[in-house]
């Protein structure tokens, strides 16, 4: 079972910031958050993961609140090529440290 | 260009037919996997291996097998045993298969089966 809820869609104006939120309100104090995402029909590209402290690359940061119980990705500056399906996976540290996805968010783009 | 491939991109088989679907990888990751995707839904683990000639058995392993003989390469069978194989599949690789901050998993473009 996914650990993760996430909110099933969001908007977001092209040149926005996109702010998609996610719940983990049962991660264990070892278990990390990843952030994948999924362009139709295509594997998931990593985005980015964070154990408790905010994070920063190239493509988004990670805000995790301080009891970890939630956290927000931040696309900066979204573009229509941003469009896609956001995963918010906590990462088990069993079975190979498999990710255990949940139903993600549809983020659409629109100009 | 290292990364994971996965061939084909789309495959067609009969009802009761055993097929294998293709995983390359030259990243030099110890550890593979295999998920399953069905529409609207996220993946789920099938079998992994972090190490060559050892895999284990992931949520959803029965209908599947897989085999791990080189590093670069872990193929999965679907089998005529498997009740609803129609779905997206995706193979990833991470350095070591553990839940590590560096350990992060990568993901091949995936192969759509389609049973007909």
């Known amino acids: 079972d996914a650990k993760t809820t996430q909110p099933p869609s969001m908007d977001c104006a092209e040149g926005r910031a996109a702010n998609l939120p996610c719940n983990h309100s049962?991660?264990?104090?070892?278990?990390?958050v990843y952030w994948y995402r999924q362009i139709h029909s295509q594997g998931p590209q990593y985005i980015i993961h964070?154990?408790?402290n905010n994070e920063t690359n190239e493509m988004a940061s990670l805000i995790i609140t301080e009891d970890r119980k939630s956290s927000t990705l931040i696309l900066p500056h979204a573009t229509l090529r941003d469009t896609a399906v956001y995963y918010c996976i906590v990462r088990v540290v069993n079975q190979g440290g498999k990710l255990i996805f949940g139903q993600g968010t549809e983020l659409s783009v629109k100009p | 260009d290292g990364g994971i491939t996965q061939s084909p991109k789309y495959l067609f088989r009969k009802e009761g037919q055993n097929v294998t679907l293709s995983c390359e990888q030259n990243l030099n990751h110890d550890a593979m996997y295999w998920y399953r995707q069905d529409p609207g839904q996220g993946l789920r683990l099938i079998y992994y291996s972090q190490i060559v000639n050892d895999f284990q058995k992931g949520d959803i392993a029965e209908g599947y097998s897989v085999s791990r003989e080189k590093k670069e390469s872990f193929p999965l069978t679907v089998t005529s045993a498997q009740k609803n194989p129609t779905a997206f599949y995706l193979c990833a690789s991470s350095s070591r298969g553990t839940s590590g901050p560096t350990d992060t998993q990568y993901f091949g473009p995936g192969t759509r089966l389609t049973v007909l």
């Open positions: 049962t991660i264990s104090g070892n278990e990390y």
């Open positions: 964070g154990l408790k």
